[in-house]
């Protein structure tokens, strides 16, 4: 049986699905005896992907460019949409998609609308993370948390802040980032009643 799936999580859940067999392999074959093939399309399939790609990370950047305007006239709702579609638009494996929805989360949150910045937040660091970049993961949902305590979504508060300080405990940070991380996370209830 093959699922059919369309869109950008096609492709990666493709590439998942087969990164998931690859691992419950036994230890010799993961050793380089077999190859996980991740793309297999035909040529014509590739061609018509990057071509909507193309006109995908056209419209992400104009989206960006008039986010940009839209927050400099200090009008930060229209600025958050822009951003958030910005985002919506760009690939798991874009670069800059941290980071616009990083901003999206700021200009929801100046818009008086944590519930959603908290949203975008999360979006961020999980994008973040895909690309290794544990620090900004870990801001991502330290500001996350932030916003949905603010929104006063207590259970979504707790969720995001363990997603931080578990982070907050990788190894590839320096020290100084993992206490800078950790000041402003408590797993401790009494601190807060104190």
Do not use: C
């Not at 067999?21 to 993961?30: E, R």
């Not at 544990?134 to 997603?163: D, I, M, P, S």
Request: negative net charge.
């Amino acid at each position: 049986m093959q699922a059919r799936t369309t869109g950008r999580g096609g492709a990666l859940l493709g590439a998942a699905a087969a990164l998931l067999l690859a691992a419950a392999m036994p230890a010799v074959a993961q050793d380089g005896e077999r190859t996980v093939v991740i793309s297999d399309l035909p040529l014509m399939e590739q061609t018509r992907i990057a071509a909507e790609m193309d006109a995908r990370n056209t419209e992400a950047s104009e989206l960006l460019e008039e986010a940009r305007a839209h927050e400099e006239e200090g009008e930060w709702g229209r600025a958050a949409r822009k951003y958030e579609r910005s985002g919506e638009l760009r690939a798991d494996g874009d670069g800059l998609a941290w980071q616009v929805y990083d901003m999206a989360g700021r200009a929801y949150y100046f818009s008086d609308s944590p519930g959603r910045a908290s949203r975008m937040w999360e979006e961020s660091a999980e994008r973040a993370l895909i690309f290794g970049n544990v620090l900004e993961a870990a801001h991502g949902y330290l500001r996350a948390a932030v916003a949905a305590q603010e929104a006063g979504k207590r259970v979504r508060t707790v969720e995001l802040g363990w997603k931080a300080y578990h982070l907050s405990q990788s190894p590839v940070l320096t020290r100084m980032q993992r206490e800078e991380l950790q000041a402003h996370l408590s797993v401790d209830a009494e601190d807060e009643r104190g």
